[in-house]
């Protein structure tokens, strides 16, 4: 049901060599992709007749006057203009997908909150019944802010599409493999990789392996950058050529179909007769893109000391306040310790910033039990939380010889606002009612000597 015949309208440009393997390097680079020959117009980007009789159509991503470093479009060649993919709206209800500002009064978002994995449900999901929101956090209306999902999805959509006018979807796949046929091409997407899902641009999600879990952070605000590296330099942390945009790939297919828009928090659903995949070429910036996270070169201390977790950041959302991000995606993988004389799992913490963490895959350094696979935890703006009791012993007392973090990725939505519970997160989800229990061995040693009491 899931192989690559459901897929063979699908038509690829000449010389690549497989379907579904065309990915083009870079990160906001300036693609151009063609899916036959031709179809893209020479140095230009309106003729007056487009070849093959393709419509030209622009996707904005930013405002036409951001400045040019910042500024991203798309020229599409397609079948029919967008237009003809949309008619009259109705509103549907998803009750599970909800958008900031989302403040149930009978749940308190406040407290240090760890959730297992949200287990599958009997009903099959696609990917649109299938998002159960956690957090909101922001304004949806204003453009800040974010949201934070976990996906269960047993079933392709079929003939059906979406698109979300409120964000950009960064993907976080923890089990099976998705495969996101885009108006720009196709993207498959397995763990230990990520995808982000531009703003405005419409898409399939079919089930390749299943069932399929996964963490989404929904970002209202302005696009996920790579940080700056500062004296780092120009390499290491994510790497500009590991980022991949599909080449060019479309569907003619005449059959009714549904989209569906999310917009303003809101959604609604349209009827057209035909594939709304129909871009035969495209060239520009603003496109989806994946990377692998096992590309992420991590840089650490590497004499003592622990630094700030900003310095595993693989993507940045700016807020407007510099330094200060709408959203931070870091990720906590593989890596060697050595740091001497050092606590080295993460130091204890209140912050500003509100964190969502979620584990991919193996054991978090500073949460050895409890924080597993699939599993999420929040610790909210200036709410403590730190290494558990085992985590501050076995760090307090091990020998600090040079030791591999094997096994490990874990990562976290850091965002500048403060995260909402969903009712859902509260009251339905696994949330695990004795999280904060993990602090309560955490002896006193204070006893009035310089060498403390560390028996
Ligand atoms: O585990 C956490 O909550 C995230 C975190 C990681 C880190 O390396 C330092 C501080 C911190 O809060
Ligand atoms: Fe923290």
Known sequence: MNDLSKIS??????????????????????????????ALPDGMNSPQRCAYGLY????????????????????CYRIRPAVKHV???????????????NVDPDVISLGQYRWDPVPHAQESLTWLTGMRTMTTAGDVYTQVGMASHIYLVTASMQDEYFYS??????????????????????????????????????????????PARGFVCENYGQKFDLPGRGPIGANCMANRRDFKTPVAAFEERETRSRVVIKWQGQFHETWIGHSPLDVVAWHGNYAP???????????????FDHPDPSIFTVLTAPSGVEGTANIDFVLFRERWMVA???FRPPWYHKNVMSEL???????????????????????NMMLPHGPDNEAF?????????????????????????PQHLTRFAAQEAPLQDDYIDCWDSLKKRFDGTPEGNWD
């Not at 963490?357 to 935890?377: C, H, L, R, T």
């Not at 012993?393 to 606002?417: H, Y």
């Open 9 to 38: 309208g699908l038509t690829r440009a000449a010389g690549i060599s497989a379907l579904h393997e065309g990915y083009m390097p870079g990160f906001g680079n300036d693609f151009e992709t063609e899916a036959l020959p031709g």
């Open 56 to 75: 030209g159509e622009q996707l904005s991503g930013t405002a036409f006057t951001a400045p040019s470093h910042q500024n991203e479009r798309t020229w």
């Open 87 to 101: 008619g009259r709206f109705s509103k549907i209800d998803l009750p599970y997908w909800q958008s900031a500002p």
């Open 165 to 210: 006018a409120d964000s950009e979807l960064l993907v976080v796949p923890q089990e099976g493999r998705l495969r996101f046929c885009t108006e720009l091409g196709v993207i498959d997407l397995e763990p230990k990789e990520i995808a982000i899902l531009p703003r405005g641009l419409v898409y399939r999600v079919e089930l390749i392996d299943g």
């Open 289 to 303: 893109v994946k990377y692998d996270l096992r590309t992420y070169c991590p840089v650490g201390a590497v004499l």
């Open 340 to 342: 001497e004389n050092t």
């Open 357 to 379: 963490m979620g584990n991919i895959y193996g054991e978090y350094d500073a949460k050895p039990q409890g924080f597993v696979p699939g599993g999420m935890s929040l610790h």
């Open 393 to 417: 012993e076995k760090a307090s007392f091990g020998e600090l010889k040079p030791g591999k973090l094997d096994n490990t990725m874990s990562f976290m939505f850091e965002t500048r606002f």
